[in-house]
T-cell receptor, first 113, second 112 residues
């Protein structure tokens, strides 16, 4: 597609439930990234996929968080047993390769109640 | 020490003013540098890359000082529409990774 697409745009879930967030990167972009932004805070790196290489998972905050990517297309970020501190905007971005800036999607606003 | 540090502001300036933001980074091996703009409750958008020789895009000028490990953004003739948070972004490792580190941003409010 023309841009990075994320769904859902908003998600309200009860504490303890699992959620799945989806990201469709720009066609042809080999790299895909997930970041988290809490209200009033900066962007926090979560995970990075580059082609067929092993993903960089160094930013995942706990084992409740996991992400998958199918080839060079769609990625899903799964949060198990959600907690209130997981409330944030989850931003996905993609880029052509090893260099250059990212293009972000409009994010998924997750609220855990 | 944070990998990327910025003055959070806010910078309150009148329309037409010139304003400059600085950002420092900790890793001297950092390879690539960017400025992003983030409007309230929106996603960050790439404003411009920062090159060693400095670069200009209309009213915006970006500069890199590798010796002192800082990046600057100068905005001339500020417009109301320039009001946003400006994020300094660094690739601290370069090479085979494009993992970018984002500063927490500098808030600019341009007043009429």
């Amino acid at each position: 597609g023309a841009g990075v697409s994320q769904s859902p745009s908003n998600k309200v879930t009860e504490k303890g439930k699992d959620v799945e967030l989806r990201c469709d990167p720009i066609s042809g972009h080999t790299a895909l990234y997930w970041y988290r932004q809490r209200l009033g805070q900066g962007l926090e790196f979560l995970i990075y996929f580059q082609g067929n290489s092993a993903p960089d998972k160094s930013g995942l905050p706990s084992d409740r968080f996991s992400a998958e990517r199918t080839g060079e297309s769609v990625s899903t970020l799964t949060i198990q047993r959600t907690q209130q501190e997981d409330s944030a905007v989850y931003l996905c971005a993609s880029s052509l390769g090893f260099t250059g800036g990212y293009t972000f999607g409009s994010g998924t606003r997750l609220t855990v109640v | 020490r944070k990998e990327v540090e910025q003055d959070p502001g806010p910078f309150n300036v009148p329309e037409g003013a010139t304003v400059a933001f600085n950002c420092t980074y900790s890793n001297s091996a950092s390879q690539s540098f960017f400025w992003y703009r983030q409007d309230c409750r929106k996603e960050p958008k790439l404003l411009m890359s920062v090159y060693s020789s400095g670069n200009e895009d209309g009213r915006f000028t970006a500069q890199l000082n590798r010796a002192s490990q800082y990046i600057s953004l100068l905005i001339r003739d500020s417009k109301l529409s320039d009001s946003a948070t400006y994020l300094c972004v660094v690739n601290p490792r370069g090479g085979a990774t494009n993992k970018l580190i984002f500063g927490t941003g500098t808030l600019l409010a341009v007043q009429p």
